[in-house]
Nanobody, 115 residues
């Protein structure tokens, strides 16, 4: 079993920054990919960014140049630095981990961008 625990969400003004963290623990110590998805009210869950075990990244066009993903493989932790936040970034952000054919999700953390 794998647990993904997110932290770092909250309320921020437009133009501000937040850093999300996701720590993975459990029976799997190596993940093929880690990433972040988000789901806004009334919308489908969408990929924000992912990073593979060999550090290849895939960013959604809407966050390129503003968000940065990084991972600490020794700690099985992935981070999402979010800068220049916009109201349309408001959503629940979910950590995602893939190991072979298995996919795991965190419980989600709310990010609200509002003045």
């Amino acid at each position: 079993q794998v647990q993904l625990v997110e932290s770092g969400g909250g309320l921020v003004q437009p133009g501000g920054s937040l850093r999300l963290s996701c720590a993975a623990s459990g029976s799997i110590f190596r993940f093929d990919a880690l990433g972040w998805y988000r789901q806004a009210p009334g919308k489908q869950r969408e990929l924000v960014v992912s990073i593979t075990s060999d550090s290849r990244t895939n960013y959604a066009d809407s966050v390129k140049g503003r968000f940065t993903i990084s991972r600490d493989s020794a700690k099985n932790t992935v981070y999402l630095q979010m800068n220049s936040l916009k109201p349309e970034d408001t959503a629940v952000y979910y950590c995602n981990a893939v190991a072979r054919i298995f996919t795991f999700w965190g419980q989600g953390t709310q990010v609200t961008v509002s003045s």
